[in-house]
């Protein structure tokens, strides 16, 4: 019998259908629209039609928008019920990271929001008669395309930023998981929201690339290679492009660290939504001496791990389907080079059972090298590499020995793992603990080198949704002055304002006593 959710399907012309299977059941778990280009054109059209008046909207309207949308997304149990179905991952991860993270998300940036987009005033120098007022606008129709990992975290929130910055939102998210996406917009438009200021359009890669040409600005999260064809169509086309790619996240235990703690960290960062993480731990790094012991605690952790198919009721268990059958792929190639080179399979291995759905057994390797493609290329699924290494600057050698830099983790003494973290090439590393740093929605969140442009979080993951305008006025009290030095600095030129000039300079610009102390030798 059928499982299929009743969601809403955007509404459009008509289009072809995207149909969604439940990874963890093969069975079907509902439609989408395909949208083509001419249906993209015209989500774009309604919601560039919106945006002027959703720009006029005070900055408490906005905020109080967002809120009647996340009290609804609460009090509806379809939301996370649609995304255990679409995702296979367990409810307490539906609804106790995704659901929490976007409440939490929309609380945080309310608060930050009237700080970070408040009107600034800054005065010139030079210029002591006149001030500038800077003022951000909002860029205009931003389009947000999601991954089919986290369907609520990594899509619907994305746009919780620059809709709070006063820009329109068209979200495209991925093919494999669309369905929840459908229903926050539902909901969107259910709790008395412009129903063209957030919209939803299904589809493929097709319809990805079609709003990529039509917006104003992109936020993308998704692999390194989609994340540079979009980057350098956003170059052309000379607009701005924020994105979240790849991650090779390196945990490392030092000498001296909590063996039992680091050990259900690692458990938990390796193999939360089996392992479809962007900033989850890829490779592990422990110093020899304690290499055993926290091998023999981290695989005690392993075994113990519940794997099942979701109940969207809740269901008692840590692990749920891989959601990308491709993902099971990757895995196993990486098993098979790893062992080929020498790496022994500590637990885990295989897929589990014989049905339909796409279940992979949490894999520890021991004994992994730099030569092996598990620990230079991004996993994406229930596998984690184990290396040992004998000194620390070893180990800081190996973790940034990447093309990408999201994110780390380091465990031992705090001063010298915080030491230790400094020096590493991320974008964000935490020191005696795991994820956690994600939720700190007020400091901002992004990637080095390969993986992303820009940030989530923070004051500055909302300023970068807007444009700033300098405005320079006379000061009123002024305006005589201003009105003479006006005068005497244009046309025509007089030889005495610049001899004038030139002895300012020399007062002004002559190196103080104090900016010869700071002087570098």
């Given amino acids: 019998m059928s499982t299929t959710v009743e969601v809403p399907v955007i509404e459009g012309p008509d289009v072809g259908k995207v149909r969604v299977t439940s990874p963890a059941t093969g069975e079907l778990a509902g439609e989408v629209a395909d949208f083509d280009a001419a249906a993209v054109a015209e989500a774009v059209a309604r919601a560039r039609a919106a945006a002027p008046a959703w720009a006029e909207t005070s900055l408490e309207e906005r905020v109080e928008a967002l809120f009647r949308w996340r009290d609804l997304v609460l009090d509806t149990p379809l939301v996370p019920e649609t995304l255990v179905r679409e995702s296979g991952k367990p409810r307490h991860e539906a609804e106790g990271i995704e659901v929490l993270y976007l409440c939490e998300l929309i609380r945080g940036m309310a608060r930050l929001s009237h700080r970070a987009l408040a009107e600034e005033t800054r005065n010139p120098r030079l210029f002591l008669t006149k001030k500038t ?39 495209k998210p991925s093919e494999v998981t669309p369905l929840t996406s459908c229903v926050l917009r539902d909901l969107w438009v259910k709790a008395g929201n412009p129903r063209d200021v957030f919209q ?54 030092l000498p001296g660290a909590n063996l039992e703690r680091a050990a259900e960290a690692a458990a938990w960062s390796s ?15 422990v110093h020899a001496s304690v290499a055993d ?44 080079d790893a062992k080929a080179k020498g790496a022994r399979v500590l637990i885990g291995g295989a897929r589990r059972g014989n049905g ?5 057994e949490p894999t520890v390797l021991s004994g992994a090298t730099h030569d092996m493609e598990v620990m230079r290329e991004e996993t994406f699924g229930p596998l984690v590499p184990v290396m040992r290494f004998w000194e620390s600057a070893e180990a800081l050698r190996l973790a940034n020995d990447t093309h990408l830099g999201l994110n780390a983790t380091v465990f031992g003494p705090p001063f010298e793992a915080e030491a230790f973290a400094r020096r590493l090439r991320s974008g964000q590393a935490i020191v005696n603990d795991v994820l956690v740093n994600y939720f700190g929605v007020e400091s901002p969140l992004g990637g080095w080198r390969a993986s992303g442009l820009g940030v989530r979080h923070g004051g500055e993951g909302l300023r970068q949704w807007t444009r700033i305008e300098a405005i320079t006025t006379r000061r009123f009290l002024l305006a005589p002055v201003d009105r003479f030095l006006a005068k005497k ?17 020399r ?6 006593l104090a900016e010869k102390l700071r002087r570098p030798s």
């Fill in 507 to 512: 007062v002004l610009y002559r190196r103080t």
């Fill in 133 to 171: 007022r800077l003022v951000r606008h909002p860029l205009g129709v931003v389009g947000v395309i999601g991954p089919w990992n986290f369907p609520i975290l990594n899509n619907a929130a994305d746009a919780v930023a620059p809709l709070l910055a006063g820009n329109t939102v068209v979200l």
């Fill in 200 to 253: 939803v359009v299904t589809g493929k890669g097709a319809t990805g690339a079609a709003l990529v040409d039509l917006v104003d600005a992109v936020m993308f999260t998704g692999s390194v290679a989609t994340g540079r064809r979009i980057a350098a169509r956003c170059g052309e086309r000379l607009i701005p492009c924020v994105t979240e790619l790849g991650g090779k996240s390196p945990f490392v235990v």
């Fill in 293 to 336: 012991r926290f091998e023999e605690l981290f695989v005690s952790r392993v075994a113990a791990l519940r794997q099942a198919s979701p109940d969207p009721a809740g269901g008692a268990h840590d692990l749920g389907a891989v959601t990308f059958a491709r993902q099971i792929e990757v895995v196993e190639r990486q098993i098979a």
């Fill in 356 to 360: 339909p759905g796409l279940f992979f």
């Fill in 489 to 505: 600095l244009a046309f025509p030129y007089d030889p005495r304002v610049l001899a004038l000039l030139r002895r300012a300079m």
């Fill in 271 to 285: 193999f939360i939504h089996s392992g479809q993480v962007c900033i989850r731990t890829e490779r592990i790094y």
